[in-house]
């Protein structure tokens, strides 16, 4: 149950950045010798990658755990192609990212492996990935593109020039994982640009990668060097409490040791067309290629904005928690998000719907949905379709309610941010 709000003020350090989790242990899996990885992400969708590996016969032991960063990890690499048989089916939870980037790596394995997930995950699409790794050599069964998907590597992958239709990191990963072990330059050219941590992580590892623009090479061949690494702060997880702060009147939040990649701080962008003042401090460049730095958020009156479809790729996980702001004041209009439906729930349905049960004007379309900010929510009953953004989003819409707001399977946050709803409390004004 989340009541209501005045304000929200102080200083958080977010949990480590989920995307750069799963890259640092998957990569320090495949590497020579060992790695070191400091703040890797407390959710359950990078205990998931871990799981995964471990099942793979990749060595990992926790060596320590900050309460405010997440965990240390030491990570035994067993180097390129040194994964082994596993003896079960591999459970990847609700996490698209492993289950897509680790079939990548696994295409590349000569021999079966067998992934699947939980109810959410068994209903995401995996054409995306199969058809590129089909072409790379690597076989697939799935049920109707969906998981459980059922590997068979092959030892000597090809390389192939791949144009995917839709913008997607975990795509582009996957085949760029493939292609570090196949013969030959594999390139990815994407119709927008997406996060580049696997690039930044293979060249902290060691690796050269080509990246011009939307297109990304590399030379297959090359081998990993185990590292110690940072994991910076999350900035999708930070959103939450940056949107809090721009959406409450006298609100100030200061974001600390948060990860500034470029293809990630188009919140800030768009939190500042909404109205909101936001300071990104200089960024000092973090391990190896992951900027990180310092973010405050304050309150200024809220704007009406639209978000286009080519900045769609660059906000794609904060549109849940964007759209809670519009219910506060302004508005927001998004187009070309289709993407949205096929996310850990239909994104644009189900936020509609819990919007709409709080007491929000919102119109939901094919490729997006329009939220106008004409009356204050109610609060109410919503439910938060196993979706951890919709969990956390839906608690922010609530801070604004005159009543309170019961978020039904709440749980879903520990996917992400386990230490989401204590922090809220120590937040809240
Ligand atoms: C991610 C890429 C995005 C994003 C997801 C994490 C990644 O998914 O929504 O939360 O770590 O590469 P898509 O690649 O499906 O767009």
């Given amino acids: 149950m989340v009541a209501p709000a005045s304000r929200v003020q102080g200083r ?141 590597g092959t030892a000597r992958p090809s ?90 009147p006298g609100s100030e939040i200061v974001i600390e040791e948060v990860g500034l990649n470029p ?13 909101a003042r936001v300071d990104a401090g200089a960024s000092t460049e973090g391990d190896l290629g992951e900027p990180m730095g310092t973010i405050v958020v304050r309150y200024e009156v809220l704007r009406d904005i639209t978000i286009a479809p080519d900045e769609v790729p660059g906000v794609i996980d904060e549109l849940p928690v964007l759209a809670a702001l519009a219910t506060h004041g302004g508005g927001l209009t998004v187009t070309g998000a289709q993407e949205l439906r096929v996310k850990e729930s239909d994104r644009i349905s189900a936020l509609a719907d819990g919007l709409r049960r709080m007491g929000a004007d919102i119109e939901e379309q094919a490729d997006g949905f329009r939220v106008r900010a004409t009356r204050r929510l109610h609060g109410g009953d919503v439910e938060a379709h196993e979706d951890h953004r919709l969990a956390m989003a839906f608690a922010i819409a609530a801070l604004g309610a005159s009543g309170p707001t019961t978020i039904h399977g709440a749980a879903a946050a520990a996917v992400s941010y386990p230490e989401f709803f204590s922090v809220l409390e120590s937040l809240r004004v």
């Fill in 263 to 275: 293809s990630r701080t188009s919140i800030l962008d768009v939190l500042r067309r909404f109205g």
């Fill in 12 to 152: 958080v350090r977010p949990p480590g950045d989920k995307s750069i989790s799963h890259r640092y242990a998957m990569l320090a899996a495949i590497a020579d010798g060992s790695s070191v990885l400091r703040g890797y992400s407390t959710g359950a969708d990078c205990a998931s990658t871990l799981r995964c590996l471990r099942g793979l016969g990749v060595e990992i032991h926790e060596i320590g755990r900050d309460p405010a960063r997440g965990l240390d990890l030491r990570v035994a690499g067993r180097g390129v192609r040194g994964l082994s048989v596993p003896a079960a089916t591999l459970d990847a939870g609700n996490s698209g990212s492993t289950i897509r980037m680790l079939s990548g790596i696994l295409a590349a394995h000569p021999f079966q492996t067998t992934l699947t997930g939980d109810d959410s995950l068994r209903r995401r699409p995996m054409r995306r990935i199969i058809e590129p790794l089909e072409r790379m050599g690597a076989r697939f069964t799935s049920a109707d593109g969906r998981p459980p998907l059922t590997i068979e």
């Fill in 159 to 248: 390389s192939i020039a791949f144009a995917p239709e839709i913008p997607s990191a975990q795509v582009k990963s996957a085949v760029i994982l493939a292609g570090l072990h196949a013969e030959g330059t594999t390139s990815v050219r994407e119709p927008l640009p997406t996060r580049d941590h696997t690039e930044r992580a293979l060249q902290a590892f060691g690796v050269t990668v080509g990246s011009a623009g939307n297109l990304v090479t590399i030379e297959g061949g090359q081998r990993l060097s185990g590292r110690e690494l940072t994991v910076p702060g999350d900035i999708s997880s930070a959103a939450f409490w940056m949107v809090a702060a721009a959406a409450l």
